[in-house]
């Protein structure tokens, strides 16, 4: 057996993150889950010149996907914690960085870990 690969392993936690934020957005189609698999292979270009910046790909997978949706769906993922002031999206901090965190700028606050937007949206209050 090869070894396991650490930049497929991140390109693998990667795609994991980006889809369990996708699935709490209920946006997981099979359409939208491709655009994810176009990222993926997009990225595995990048960080085979790069492996340096294999902690990065879940930040730029996430950002990938969602300017991807942004041309085909609209924003995503909207921000769930501003009550009002019309609907806004969620951006991915930081923007070529390790941890990155979906933040809300108009909030000034972090919202959740990117692959863990489930549990932001999940605790709030539906009524
Ligand atoms: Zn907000």
Known sequence: MDPINPLEQALHAARARVLADLVTGEVAEADVVSLVEDSVVQRRWWVEQWPAGADYV????AQD???ALLERYGRWP???VCPSGGPHALDVEPELGPDPYWV???????VAAVGSLGRATGGMPSS
């Open 104 to 110: 809300c700028h108009k909030a000034g606050v972090k």
């Open 58 to 61: 879940a930040g730029l997978v």
């Open 65 to 67: 996907v969602q300017d």
């Open 78 to 80: 909207l921000c769930p």
